[in-house]
């Protein structure tokens, strides 16, 4: 409720128009902790249908390209799947600011990304939190190494 | 098996006080901000308005990411945005929407400058790790 979230100011008149969160995102797909909302499903399954431009000639850039990255000691290997994260971000907003698009090349460890560099400049802020390991850990370390690297 | 008992019927009405006093704690305990809403204070609180708060959750359901982060201009990194009314007045960030016509204008100072003064500007509501570069 926004008049208790020790963030909006009850004495303000104009809070009432404000739309409250539990009734936008209770109907969308549901995930255990952030918003409480499984984005990229309810992006995937048509829920929401976000718009991707507002000016008409920006070019709508999407890539589907999976990185394994197995570095990850005894965690299960991490899969970035560059599609969701293209359907909602331009390649700009990540490369190469964030990170070098170059396989291999970007020091990343939990260390940094808990610290809020890399992908922890979103996950942990806006998108779905840390502690949801496995939703990044997701390819069990024998299925990962049977992939043919290209 | 057992049918599972009620907490209240295993421990009895004699607690009943206790009950209540749980039931309105919930009432008066504030509740969490939403996650990824974020506090504007860069100038705000010194010209005297309540800071603004941007609640991602409202946006993302409307608009990608990609319209405030790639072609409006919106750093990713909060606070690395210095967001001025008269460059808004341009059509500038909030400005390109806020005008009237996509979403309100900037006439309607209070839809936006929403928050409790003296919030120190940043993203709240993390959900257990508190979010990013809050060592």
Redesign the interface.
């Known amino acids: 409720?926004l008049a208790?979230?020790?963030?909006?100011?009850p004495n303000?008149?104009?809070?009432s128009?404000?739309?409250e969160?539990a009734e936008?995102?209770a109907v969308l797909a549901p995930a255990q902790?952030?918003?409480f909302?499984d984005?990229a499903a309810a992006l995937r399954s048509g829920e929401?249908s976000?718009?991707?431009?507002?000016?008409p000639e920006?070019k709508i850039r999407v890539l589907d390209l999976d990185v394994l990255m197995t570095d990850t000691a005894a965690m299960p290997v991490v899969r970035f799947p560059h599609r969701p994260h293209t359907?909602?971000?331009?390649c700009?907003?990540c490369h190469d600011?964030?990170f070098v698009a170059k396989g291999g090349a970007n020091p990343i460890t939990m260390f940094k990304?808990?610290?809020?560099?890399f992908c922890?400049?979103?996950?942990?802020?806006?998108s779905f939190?840390?502690?949801q390991c496995r939703r990044c850990h997701s390819v069990p370390r024998d299925q990962a190494l049977r992939v043919e690297p290209q | 098996m057992k049918p599972a008992r009620s907490t209240i019927r295993r421990l009895g009405w004699r607690f009943l006080p206790f009950y209540l006093a749980v039931l309105a704690l919930g009432f008066i305990w504030p509740v969490a901000a939403e996650y990824g809403d974020v506090v504007l204070n860069h100038r705000s609180d010194r010209a005297g308005v309540r800071p603004v708060i941007f609640p991602h959750w409202f946006h993302r359901i409307r608009f990608r990411c990609k319209v405030c982060h790639h072609e409006l201009g919106f750093e990713m990194r909060a606070g690395a945005n210095d967001v001025k009314m008269s460059d808004l007045a341009q059509g500038k960030f909030c400005g390109m929407c806020h005008n009237n016509e996509v979403a309100w204008g900037l006439e309607n100072c209070d839809l936006c400058h929403s928050g409790k003064p003296g919030l120190a500007g940043g993203i709240y509501g993390g959900h257990r790790t508190l979010g990013p570069g809050r060592w």
């Open positions: 409720m208790r979230d020790d963030l909006h100011d303000n008149l104009a809070l128009l404000l739309q969160p936008a995102l902790e952030g918003n909302v984005w929401i976000p718009r991707t431009n507002v000016y920006t359907e909602w971000l331009d700009s907003n600011k964030i990304i808990l610290q809020g560099d922890g400049q979103c996950h942990g802020a806006v939190p840390l502690t």
